[in-house]
């Protein structure tokens, strides 16, 4: 029998999970994710894989982690753990676990757990929507994840939505990510009533005036960003992951702020929550090729 064994590499936490032929889970852990320091990551990989694979005897092994590795160096890019920047991630773990192991990032590895055994089954392709700490996006097309020519297919969060509009770390103005990401949503708020608070408040307190300006804008912003993901890639769904996909007026008023701005007469791409959560990652780590 051939195990399964996915990794998720996360900023805060780093689950693992074991899963045999038939996608039943065998083990599962979570420990806190060592911050900002790389060795002590890829010890902390390396000793959790070999716990669970003590009693086993044929595996495969999937990580799923912030950034993405690049075709012309090997190294991450891209990613918001930052200690993993320019660092040779697969090469060392499998130097260190002696195993042939598959990379992707976490908005991949959420679309492809999703399309294979959540809200994605039944649709051949699926655009997996990451809406966090962070903006990401995959592809899912009939099971099989499209990571692109250079590892960045499914990049919405990097999409120009406003010409000169607010800076990003990525050296860009006017991305997707710094309108609709948590933070920038934060950061808004805090513009806009003077108040410093989470989302979890924000959502709880905009019913004002000035609430419902920045819920507005919002919508406004969510609506052509998703759309204009429909209008390129026309998926048969799209599905809605982290930490913003529990905000519940998304699948009522945001559904209608997209259908709006899609470039079609006919508008019915199904909108659709996670079922999987913030197990997603590990998942889709584990279903890795």
């Known amino acids: 029998m051939l195990y399964k064994i996915g990794v998720d590499l996360g900023g805060t936490k780093t689950e693992i999970i074991v ?18 320091d790389y060795n ?26 912030p950034g993405a590795i690049s075709k012309q160096t090997g190294l991450i890019k891209n990613s918001n753990t930052q200690c993993l920047i320019g660092k040779s991630l697969k090469k060392d773990l499998e130097n260190k676990i002696q195993k042939n192991i598959s ?10 757990s999703e399309s294979k055994i959540g ?5 051949n392709l699926i655009f997996g929507v990451i809406m966090g700490t962070g903006v990401g996006g995959g592809i899912v097309i009939n099971d099989v994840l499209h990571s692109g020519r250079t590892n960045i297919a499914g990049e919405w969060g990097h999409h120009t939505l406003h010409q000169n ?15 609709i990401s948590g933070p920038s949503l934060e950061k808004r708020w805090s513009q806009l009533t003077g108040f410093t608070q989470s989302m979890p408040e924000i959502i709880r307190n905009f019913d004002n005036n000035i609430g419902r ?65 913030d197990s997603s990652g590990v998942f889709g780590a584990a279903l890795l090729d």
Do not use: M
């Open 19 to 36: 899963l045999d032929e038939n996608l039943n889970i065998l083990e599962r852990k979570r420990v806190p994710t060592p911050q900002n």
């Open 40 to 65: 002590e990551i890829i010890h902390t990989i390396e000793t959790l894989v070999s716990d669970v694979s003590e009693n086993i005897s044929d595996f495969s092994l999937g990580i799923c982690c």
């Open 103 to 112: 990379i992707e990032n976490d908005a991949n590895c959420f679309a492809l």
């Open 119 to 123: 809200a994605g089954v039944n649709f």
């Open 165 to 179: 509009g607010n800076s990003c770390y990525c050296g860009k103005s006017g991305c997707v990510e710094t309108y």
């Open 213 to 277: 300006q920045w819920k507005e804008e919002f919508l406004e912003n969510f609506g052509y960003g998703i759309a204009n993901v429909i209008d390129i890639l026309d998926p048969d769904a799209i599905i809605l992951g982290g930490g913003l996909s529990n905000i519940d007026f998304l699948y009522t008023e945001g559904v209608n702020s997209i259908y709006s701005k899609v470039f079609s007469d006919i508008v019915e791409t199904p909108i659709l929550k996670n079922k999987l959560g």
